[in-house]
């Protein structure tokens, strides 16, 4: 199945599914356009279920966590949105650049910029901020999740966070 949603700019971040619905964003130096596709059912089309029209991301893909996506988009804009329907729960701005995406470990969604410094927020409808942290230099990265370990790629090291036994 295909649906024409008459995009005219360059996608970067992925597709992400999330209450039965697909997200797509495209852009240019920033995100300007999105479309939240209804994928086809029985002998419907697929079709646009809505558009977001603000905080529309361009390099970081958004994160479905339970009952909420979470969209971040590349000036640092966190948005926490009821999927199924585009209802904004809650937002928050954080300070710099974002081009590494969202990760999720457990209940904790982790929002980095490009200086390197780490917000690990509540993942749920309500806005809770757990942390804050600096990573020693900067990066463009998202982290990598892997035997209890988040790995950050930086400017110049790989650097390897979690529990030992």
């Known amino acids: 199945w295909k649906v024409d949603c008459k995009f005219t700019l ?22 300007r356009e999105s479309a939240v596709i209804r ?29 909420c996506l979470f969209v971040l988009n590349d000036n640092g804009t966190l948005t926490c949105i009821e999927p199924a329907t585009g209802k904004k729960l809650w937002r928050e701005k954080f300070s710099g650049v974002h081009y590494p ?25 309500k806005y809770k901020l757990l942390a804050t942290s600096k990573l020693p230099e900067a990066t463009q990265a998202t982290p990598a999740i892997a035997n ?17 036994k």
């Not at 977001?52 to 009952?67: C, H, N, R």
């Not at 790629?153 to 030992?164: E, F, K, P, S």
């Open 101 to 125: 995406s969202l990760v999720c470990v457990g209940d904790q969604i982790y929002v980095i910029n490009n200086k390197g410094e780490i917000n690990t927020v509540q993942a749920g409808g």
């Open 148 to 164: 209890g370990c988040m790995y950050i790629r930086t400017v110049n090291h790989l650097i390897c966070v979690g529990a030992r």
């Open 39 to 67: 994928p086809p059912s029985g002998a419907k089309r697929a079709s646009i279920a809505f558009k977001l029209d603000k905080e529309v991301p361009y390099v970081p893909t958004p994160i479905a966590v339970g009952d």
């Open 10 to 31: 360059k996608a970067v971040a992925s597709p992400v599914f999330a209450g039965g619905l697909i997200y797509v964003s495209v852009g240019r130096g920033g995100g």
